[in-house]
């Protein structure tokens, strides 16, 4: 397995605090908007899939503050502070996965998650999805194992243990599978 070492993310960058409407309102250390209820912030999340159609998933890093050795969709994080969301993307799936694909956005939602009295997720999720042909070079820094996996035996692991899976991605999952179905089709389609 190919892999790269580089840390790629720290709990002093700077995050964009956003409103409802995504609307930036100001900047915070990622910590302080993990910190006790959370505080919403702008975020994406990216589902890559390859070229019969599985989707590559990753366990998160023992390291992370939240939901650490959980599986999750293929690349997550936050735009930095001044960074265009399509950079940032791009930039992230680059150093977790290795690998340099057209992403198309899909939809974005608000959501908020507590973990363990560590701390909380409150982010407005900008959801992304591409398809590629390459092998990932996995990040051992910031991801843990991963593996492609067939929508059906997706769908089927998470309804088994939806414990073992980070709450963003079932919500994501879900809407992928449902009301973004024909996006998603028309992706993998093409």
């Known amino acids: 397995m190919n892999t790269q070492h580089r840390v790629v993310s720290s709990e002093d960058e700077t995050l964009i605090l956003v409103d409802s409407d995504d609307r930036p309102i100001g900047e915070l250390a990622k910590s302080a908007c993990h910190d006790g209820p959370g505080r919403l912030h702008r975020a994406f999340s990216t589902f890559v899939f390859n070229d ?10 023992a390291d992370k503050r939240l939901w650490p050795a959980f599986w999750s969709n293929s690349c ?8 265009p ?10 150093q977790e996965l290795g690998l340099e694909l057209p992403l198309e956005f899909i939809y ?15 982010e407005l999720c900008h959801v992304y999805a591409g398809r590629t042909s390459s092998t990932p070079v996995i990040n051992v820094t910031e991801i843990a194992d991963w593996r ?16 073992s899976y980070t ?12 009301t973004h179905q024909a996006a998603l089709a028309q992706l993998l389609a093409a």
């Open 108 to 122: 974005k939602f608000e959501y908020r998650a507590e973990y363990r009295g560590l701390g909380t997720e409150h």
């Open 148 to 163: 492609w996996i067939a929508p059906v035996a997706l769908d089927r692991a998470m309804a088994d243990a939806p414990q």
């Open 76 to 83: 997550c994080s936050h735009p930095r502070a001044g960074e």
């Open 52 to 61: 019969t159609g599985e989707l590559l998933i990753q366990k998160r890093h």
């Open 167 to 178: 709450p963003w991605f079932h919500s994501e999952w879900q809407a992928l599978r449902s």
């Open 85 to 94: 969301m399509a950079v940032a993307v791009a930039r992230r799936v680059r």
